[in-house]
């Protein structure tokens, strides 16, 4: 693949070159000339979704850099109001128009005439937002939207104090990580009695946003949001049954995994009674691995472990260093979190992320390395909308890219006992993260089922789920208050509700890509590689048999998996 034109802009046709987003007014006409221009055979309809893209590639640019900025300082007043402009004064006006323009298209009868890949999946995007969209519910969204974002400036704005520095809950979750018990324990305690502080204002966002959401769905004529989500995200190819078939198969075939690993950790640690602030710290009670001292060098590490992969991927990364398309490090009044942003027109995408020094921080590094690869290899797409694929398929590009880095991780861990730790401790979060999307999807979908549920049945229910896929090992007793506030810290129940189990999806398709990987490295990352240059232009199966994996969450493949995992950790111990 080559890297001579991985930073050419594509040439605007339906646009100036100078054309810049300032105000409605401004846009206005464009949308007009869509709306309004003859179409009288299959060429002309193919030009005017290829002008409506590039439209759409600059507004979602602009949307994207008001929003990396935003959550880069949610301190600045005049960032969040930028933001803000766009999703109330801008976004708003072009719901109506983005409804008139699907209905165009829809009535044209050249659009079945149009051959080129992909475009059977357009249209049943297009007919599915044709069908939910509602003018009411224009506002409603604008209000959503703005609601959401409170929760990454309440988030971000919790400190703590340890040893006389004032830390951000990011940076005081390392310590979590200590050999020293107590300190382990005193800092637990610091960071959830700071989130205990803002239970209440989370509680009441998180109420509103259940409100508002709820009265979007039966306005658009669905029973209750989660409904309404499963058309809204495109969710063709399984439904809500699939979804709590797969809780049952997590719970049958990890737990007991889950619970036999709480066991060793227990007995390893010497611990009468297993406590949530010793399930971070190594087995062994040796000090938290860290693979890098500070953001550069986690960048210039990063860039050295892809170069290896493919020299395309080091490619994509030193470019965005050049850019300064990335914000790596956690400080005061950051959002919480990790992104990349893909940024449609220009093709180079930004990646945000809370890093301090842990071996999570290197996980989420080159999980969103994968998601920026994605971006590169579909930039060049010619319809906006192929470069945006499902979440089942964008996770898997992410996923694997931490399976497959691994491989090269002597870079941060040039010691070959912290090499095998660090692999250990990955594979082993990553059995953790199968019952933790469980858990929180399960959630929602009782949220809401029964949207007029009080606080005290909210938090009835989240412990109930919780405890079902957690190891029976841990004692909570005397901070059952804390657990029932765990689920405050997922950001996605905030801001992108029903969009997580794409990440066990994508887990368990990762894991398949890394089996193959390691069988044939070649084969394995073309077929990967292969798979993400498809975009959104096949449906999910298509894309995963590219591949060489299979779209499938049945309990029978989980087991199989979940074996493959199991003999990966004998193997690292007996390297």
Not at 5 to 23: A, C, G, H, Q, S
Not at 118 to 140: A, S, V
Not at 440 to 459: C, G, N, S
Request: hydrophobic letters at 35%.
């Amino acid at each position: 693949m080559s890297t001579s034109d991985i930073t050419v802009k594509k040439k605007r046709f339906f646009l100036p070159e100078d054309f810049k987003v300032t105000d409605w007014t401004a846009l206005e006409p464009y949308f007009e000339l869509l709306k309004t221009r003859a179409i009288n055979n299959a060429k002309d309809l193919y030009q005017w979704f290829k002008d409506r893209s590039e439209l759409e590639s600059v507004l979602e640019e602009d949307m994207g850099w008001r929003y990396i900025k935003m959550t880069c300082d949610t301190t600045n007043k005049s960032l969040t109001d930028s933001f803000n402009y766009f999703v109330s004064e801008i976004q708003p006006k072009i719901a109506p128009y983005s409804n008139e323009l699907n209905k165009k298209a829809l009535d044209s009868p050249y659009l079945h005439q149009l051959n080129s890949t992909g475009f059977d999946i357009i249209i049943k995007l297009l007919e599915k937002d044709f069908k939910i969209y509602r003018e009411q519910n224009i506002p409603i969204f604008t209000e959503i939207e703005q609601e959401a974002h409170q929760f990454g400036a309440i988030s971000g704005a919790m400190t703590v104090e340890i040893d006389g520095k004032e830390l951000t809950l990011p940076q005081a979750s390392d310590i979590l990580q200590s050999s020293d018990r107590t300190k382990r324990e005193t800092t637990y305690f610091r960071i959830n009695e700071r989130r205990f502080l803002d239970k209440d204002k989370l509680n009441e966002l998180y109420s509103k946003l259940i409100k508002l959401r709820h009265q979007a769905a039966i306005n658009a004529g669905f029973e209750n949001y989660r409904d309404y989500m499963f058309q809204a995200m495109g969710r063709f190819d399984y439904n809500v049954q699939d979804c709590f078939d797969f809780h049952q198969s997590i719970a049958k075939e990890v737990i007991p995994v889950i619970n036999d690993l709480a066991l060793e950790r227990k007995k390893s640690l010497n611990l009468d009674h297993l406590r949530p602030w010793d399930l971070a710290v190594n087995y062994h009670g040796t000090e938290a691995l860290k693979p890098f001292q500070n953001g550069e060098e986690l960048l210039e590490k990063t860039i050295q472990c892809f170069h290896l992969i493919n020299p395309y991927l080091g490619a994509c990364l030193t470019t965005m260093k050049n850019l300064g398309h990335l914000d790596l490090v956690s400080r005061k009044g950051k959002a919480p979190g990790g992104y990349n942003y893909p940024l449609d027109e220009t093709g180079v995408p930004f990646i945000f992320m809370n890093a301090t020094t842990s071996l999570r921080d290197l996980v989420t590094m080159v999980h969103e390395g994968g998601h920026a690869l994605h971006s590169f290899v579909t930039k060049d797409l010619e319809i906006n909308t192929f470069k945006h694929p499902t979440s089942e398929v964008a996770e898997l590009a992410s996923m694997s890219m931490e399976l497959i880095s691994m491989e090269y991780w002597n870079i941060f861990f040039p010691n070959k006992a912290d090499l095998k730790r660090a692999k250990r401790e990955h594979l082993e979060s990553i059995l953790h993260t199968l019952p933790w999307v469980a858990t929180i999807d399960k959630f929602q979908h009782w949220v809401y089922e029964h949207p007029q549920h009080t606080l005290e049945e909210r938090a009835s229910q989240w412990e109930k789920i919780f405890i079902t896929y957690s190891n029976t090992s841990t004692n909570w007793q005397g901070i059952e208050k804390f657990r029932q506030i765990m689920w405050q810290k997922q950001l996605h129940l905030f801001e992108v509700p029903f969009y997580y189990i794409e990440y066990a999806i994508a887990q368990l398709g990762a894991i398949a890509v890394w089996k193959n990987y390691k069988k044939d490295s070649k084969k394995g990352f073309a077929d990967y590689l292969a798979a993400l240059q498809l975009g959104y232009s096949k449906p999910i199966k298509e894309i995963y048999k590219t591949a060489g994996i299979k779209f499938d969450f049945s309990q029978a493949y989980i087991h199989e998996l979940i074996d493959f995992i199991k003999n990966e950790l004998m193997k690292i111990e007996k390297e």
